[in-house]
């Protein structure tokens, strides 16, 4: 599975990116969100950014202990909290700028497909943020 974005019917309003947070660290916090909204100005135009799930992944590759797997079903690339070393090699390592580092945790994180149910798709009004099968 992967996400699709439709930047042409994003609004910029964020919703993604709260519902994200929210399922992930059970509290409000746009800035830990797994899917991040982009703008170029206050008025947009506006592009949710998020993992593409490569093919190749440079981020698991570029992991010197191999904390990033992927998922047998859902096929997103996961990464081991309790495997990581907090080196960031896979945050600069991610060509879109889709993977983040918790300093206060000391482990990198990035979109899981929430195991199969992307809240961002879920919740997004607009259809800007959809769940495909592959």
Known sequence: MRLEIHPDVCTGCRICETFCSFHHER???PARARIRVIAESDDGPFRP???????DAP???ACPVAAIA??????????DADTCIGC?????ACPYGAMFFADDRNVAYKCDLCGGAPECAAMCPTGAVVRVAN
Request: glycine share 8%; proline share 0%.
């Open 27 to 29: 509290v409000v916090w």
């Open 49 to 55: 950014n998020h993992c593409r799930q490569c093919d």
């Open 59 to 61: 981020c698991a590759a």
């Open 70 to 79: 992927q998922d047998a079903r859902t096929g997103a690339w996961v990464i």
């Open 88 to 92: 960031g090699a896979c945050v600069e």
